[in-house]
Structure formats: C-alpha cells, structure tokens
C-alpha cells in the first residue's frame, strides 16, 4: 500500500532543514554522532540541515526517534496547527483503483489512517513494494494477505503489522469485499490521489 507524494509534501520536506539543526543540538548530539546514529555521512545530514538535500520519510523517521521527537516537529507543527479529532461526517469517500478509501487521521502526519474498502476481485495481483510501516485490522469480511512467501486468511477482529518492504498483496476473499482499518507512516498526499496501485487499464 502506498501514497505518492505530493507537492505539498515536498513543501513540507523543504521546510523541515531549520527544525533539524535545532532539534539535534537541543538532543545534545554532534553532527558526527547524530549521522553515525541515523546511519549517514555527516556531509549528507550537514546538507539536509541546511536545505540543500531534501530527507526522506525513513530519515525523517530515523532522525525523530535519535533526537527523541516526532515527524510532526521535525515538521514545526504545532499542536494547534491540527485538528486532533476526524468526525465521521468529515470522512469523505475516495475512490481509486478500485478500493474506497475514508481518511481516519488528520492531514499532514507522520502516519497516515484510513478506513478502506477492499472490493472482490480488485488489485489482488498488484505487489508493493516501499519504505515504511504498514498496520492493518480487519472490520468486515476477510482478507487474503501475502507477506513474502507467506499467505494468511484473516476475520473480523485480525490484524497485521509488517514492514512495508516486504513484497505484500491485499485482496478480498469473499464477494462482498473486505472493509479494513489502515496505518501507514508515509507523509500525506491530498485524498484524491490515494491509490494502492495502479487503476484498471494502468501499467504497474
């Protein structure tokens, strides 16, 4: 399951350079020691405090859990800059690829939680492959999952919690689909272009 990213993810990206030379000083690390933890050269994390690389969703992760912090400030956000609570009548559907998806979480975080519905027969053949974590609990009817080599069949009330670069594919197993509760930590893109792969007549 993935999310590409969006231009205002980019934007947020940029604006993070400030946050970390601030952030990795205040955790009392050198740029030497923070880089050897976060495992780059110092020259490249010299480059993303001062904006002229752009890190990752996994340095930014990396990077929040060595200076003891979240993406979110990494990210400067204040508390007040989100809304905490999603009201049920705020979940708008999307639909993409086949599958409906309702954004559970506020935008802009580090993780990202969706309710999604999984149709019969709909991107069952479709591996991804990607950077992050991936958690998943199932609502309604069953889901055929395969991690690797490994299929599992899971009920109402299973969950799974895997690394996302293990090669994964989600399908329903009944003919009344699936519907799922969905974490991932990828920084947002707008609802509109959440896909889990590609549309009907698409090439992967």
Known sequence: ?????????????????????????????????????????PAHLSRLETGQRQPSLPMLLALA??????????????????????????MEPTRAGGWTYWQAGAAGRGMQALRVHVPYGSQGDIVRVHPG?????????????????????????????????????????????VDLLFVHTLLQSPTATLCLGPTPGEMP
């Open 65 to 90: 859990r060595i200076y003891g912090t979240t993406v979110a400030e990494l990210l400067d956000e204040s508390v007040a800059d989100r809304d905490a609570v999603v009201r049920a009548g705020d």
């Open 133 to 177: 974590e991936e958690w998943l609990h199932v609502l309604r009817g069953r889901l055929r999952l395969r991690l690797g080599d490994t299929a599992h069949l899971l009920g109402p009330g299973d969950g799974a919690h895997f690394d996302s670069l293990t090669p994964h594919r989600l399908a329903a197993e009944d003919p009344d689909g």
């Open 1 to 41: 399951m993935s999310t590409p990213e969006s231009p205002s993810g980019a934007d947020d990206l940029t604006a993070v350079a400030p946050q970390l030379r601030a952030l990795r000083r205040r955790a009392g690390l050198t740029l030497e020691a923070a880089a050897r933890s976060a495992g780059l050269s």
